[in-house]
């Protein structure tokens, strides 16, 4: 079974950088592509970004192009999000997922991490 943990969340100022982190295990991580979803307090789920098996593809959500960037590690079976000039409106939780069809829909899905932006 696919098992997804994201780390790396926290608080930050408007203006400011974080990279988060997701550890993948239990299947051959290359043979999947990933991506990055998030779900702010009662607002709808939102696509973030996708990453295909070989990391030479991405894709970004139009709230994040600019400012957001996806990768991955293929030896460390991890894929990263770097987020900069980070807004109030990037406050969510923060999912990892893996596999599947479509900008949001995965086959797996982590735990989530919390992301706060002050403002």
């Known amino acids: 079974q696919v098992q997804l943990v994201e780390s790396g969340g926290g608080l930050v100022q408007v203006g400011g950088s974080l990279r988060l982190s997701c550890a993948f295990s239990?299947?051959?991580?290359?043979?999947?592509?990933m991506g990055w979803v998030r779900q702010a307090p009662e607002k709808e789920r939102e696509f973030v970004a996708t990453?295909?098996?070989?990391?030479?593809?991405?894709y970004n959500g139009d709230a994040v192009k600019g400012r957001f960037t996806i990768s991955r590690d293929n030896a460390k079976n991890t894929v990263y999000l770097q987020m900069n000039n980070l807004k109030p409106e990037d406050t969510a939780v923060y999912y990892c997922?893996?596999?599947?069809?479509?900008?949001?829909?995965?086959?797996?899905w982590g735990q989530g991490t919390q992301v706060t932006v002050s403002s």
């Open positions: 990453i295909d098996w070989s990391g030479w593809r991405t």
């Open positions: 239990g299947r051959t991580f290359n043979n999947y592509r």
């Open positions: 997922a893996a596999g599947g069809s479509g900008r949001d829909k995965y086959d797996y």
